[in-house]
């Protein structure tokens, strides 16, 4: 039963990917309008620009370990004895 409700937190396709980093820009972008509106100026400017940045950070870490997964996934494939 573990196992199952494991794999539901599991990404395992670029869509399933490409869903979760909208939700996460969605958030960040929300969090970012509440930053300016609670600091006026460059510092609120500034703020909503770091979580842009978190979210393309770590959208391209989520797409980048897809890829990698996949490639070691084919690459045992091809040769099952190594490690």
Excluded: C, Q, S
Excluded at 14 to 29: D, K, Q, T, V, Y
Excluded at 44 to 55: C, D, H, I
Excluded at 57 to 79: C, P, Q, S, W
């Amino acid at each position: 039963m573990f196992g199952k409700m494991k794999r539901l937190f599991v990404i395992k396709t670029r869509l399933e990917a490409f869903l979760i980093i909208f939700a996460l820009a969605l958030g960040a972008m929300t969090r970012g309008a509440h930053y300016t509106v609670e600091y006026p100026g460059w510092g609120g400017y500034l703020l909503f620009t770091a979580t842009a940045g978190a979210v393309f950070l770590g959208g391209a870490k989520i797409l980048d370990a897809l890829r990698y997964e996949r490639e070691a996934k084919a690459a045992a494939e091809r040769d099952p004895t190594a490690d």
